[in-house]
């Protein structure tokens, strides 16, 4: 089993704006993976959120809800979960307000293809870190001696907290400095794929990294074109030559949603049968 491991908690509307885009684009880009979202039990209280269930219903999309309190963006680190399920063959964390690009896949499919545990997709200039907490991969086969050394979610979190105590300001960003403290000792099984206008990561930090000239080598003519285009569309940026950067967060897709739901695609008809049947969802989701 393949999963996108995503993240919702919080009551902010902006990410229930963009949930739906979500859903479709991984789904139906990544078509042999499924989604599982953890949310926070706060998420019920949202007006929307019965559409979570009746995604659940129709989709591959596991959802795993987690009482408590959180501190700061700790839910973030959630998406980690599926490291310590070996049911779980890969997973990618993505972010819920955000999409998949074609660079994006692109730099995936190279990642599966070589062999190495850990995928690192860097596609801003400013992301200069080993690994960004919403654009990386594991092939969990090949990690079974880092379970060994942190047998559970909870050792992980436990972990950051140890650090994170000895630091005021390792707070914010939790996600991503954990993932540091995790890895940043594994360099060799990481495999790093620069896209949009970021540069290779400096050799000296001895990091297999695949050449951006071959990354449009790699064919999505598998995929609908019309979704790749609208994705890429939504994930573009008003300056320079490339078409924008994976992972950006956007505010609100709902005009991209309507273009999306006139595809002839699975996820596409399970959201217009939600809306046939629930016209309270219907209307939120209308911009």
Request: aromatic share 10%; with cysteine.
């Amino acid at each position: 089993m393949n999963i996108i491991s995503l993240v919702l908690f919080g009551t902010q509307t902006r990410y229930w704006y963009t949930l739906l885009t979500s859903v479709i684009g991984n789904l139906e880009l990544y078509p042999s993976y499924a989604i599982r979202l953890h949310i926070s039990n706060d998420v019920r209280s949202h007006p929307a959120s019965e559409v979570l269930d009746e995604l659940s219903d129709r989709l591959p999309l596991q959802v795993f809800e987690f009482p408590g309190a959180y501190a700061d963006t700790e839910p973030s680190m959630w998406r980690m979960r599926p490291l310590w399920d070996t049911n779980v063959q890969r997973f990618l964390c993505r972010d819920v307000d955000s999409v998949p690009t074609s660079e994006e896949i692109q730099a995936t499919r190279f990642w599966t293809k070589s062999h190495l545990a850990v995928h690192s997709i860097r596609s801003f200039h400013l992301h200069d870190i080993l690994l960004m907490a919403g654009l990386c991969g594991f092939d969990n086969t090949k990690l079974n001696f880092v379970r060994d050394q942190v047998t559970s979610f909870d050792h992980y979190v436990s972990l950051y907290r140890q650090r994170s105590s000895m630091n005021p300001v390792f707070g914010w960003s939790c996600d991503q400095k954990a993932l540091s403290m995790m890895f940043d000792g594994m360099r060799s099984f990481v495999y790093d794929c620069p896209i949009g206008n970021c540069g290779p990561h400096n050799v000296s930090l001895g990091i297999a990294t695949l050449d951006k000239a071959l990354l449009h080598t790699e064919s999505l003519s598998d995929l609908n074109q019309r979704l790749l285009d609208i994705c890429d569309a939504i994930m573009a940026v008003p300056w320079g030559e490339f078409k924008g950067f994976a992972g950006r967060p956007i505010g609100d897709t709902r005009p991209q949603l309507k273009e999306m739901l006139k595809l002839d695609l699975p996820s596409c008809a399970a959201v217009r049968d939600i809306f046939d049947k629930k016209p309270s969802i219907k209307a939120f989701y209308e911009p």
